[in-house]
């Protein structure tokens, strides 16, 4: 990027174009990560607005409120499973109602617009069912 345009559009213009830019950044590599440095970039340059600051000061100010919302986002975020990409991992623990009765150890459920196969006591269509755990592709289950 030329530093011209960069001195043209102002301390407060180049750190919202820099957040965009990592916001940006972060739909096409999808880290949860650069969003908070984003939001960073674009609280610095609302805080340039308010309080203008020489650019070493608006440098510093930027690193201090990444590391913190990185810190922050961790904090919030640990314990709690990534629910993206589980699989048939993040099925376990829910109830469902069977569709195909559980006859001779397996029967089907349906999970939004997937069929699974699942293994467990006999059972009629309508049951309702715990997803406990997996066995290759198919779910073990208990009644509800």
Same mark, same amino acid.
């Given at each position: 990027m030329n530093?011209d345009?960069?001195?043209?559009l102002?301390p407060?213009?180049?750190?919202?174009l820099?957040?965009?830019?990592l916001?940006? $950044?972060e739909?096409?590599?999808? !880290?949860?990560?650069?969003v908070?440095l984003?939001? #960073?970039?674009?609280?610095? @340059?609302? /805080?340039?607005?308010?309080?203008p600051?020489?650019?070493?000061?608006?440098i510093?100010f930027?690193?201090?409120?990444?590391?913190?919302?990185?810190i922050? $986002?961790q904090?919030?975020?640990a !314990?709690r499973?990534?629910?993206?990409?589980?699989g #048939?991992n993040?099925?376990? @623990?829910? /109830?469902?109602?069977?569709?195909t009765?559980i006859?001779?150890?397996?029967g089907?459920?349906r999970?939004?617009?997937?069929v699974?196969?699942?293994s467990? $006591?006999?059972?009629?269509a309508?049951?309702?069912?715990r997803?406990?755990g997996?066995?290759?592709?198919v779910?073990i289950v208990t009644?509800?």
């Amino acid at each position: 990027m030329n530093l011209d345009i960069l001195s043209a559009l102002g301390p407060v213009w180049t750190w919202v174009l820099i957040g965009l830019i990592l916001m940006g $950044a972060e739909l096409a590599i999808s !880290g949860v990560f650069l969003v908070w440095l984003g939001i #960073a970039a674009m609280i610095t @340059g609302l /805080e340039t607005a308010l309080v203008p600051m020489p650019w070493q000061a608006q440098i510093l100010f930027f690193a201090g409120l990444s590391v913190g919302l990185v810190i922050l $986002a961790q904090k919030r975020m640990a !314990g709690r499973p990534n629910s993206l990409n589980r699989g #048939a991992n993040g099925l376990i @623990g829910q /109830e469902f109602r069977l569709d195909t009765a559980i006859t001779e150890g397996f029967g089907r459920i349906r999970v939004n617009d997937t069929v699974w196969r699942v293994s467990g $006591a006999d059972a009629p269509a309508g049951t309702r069912i715990r997803v406990t755990g997996i066995e290759g592709t198919v779910l073990i289950v208990t009644t509800a």
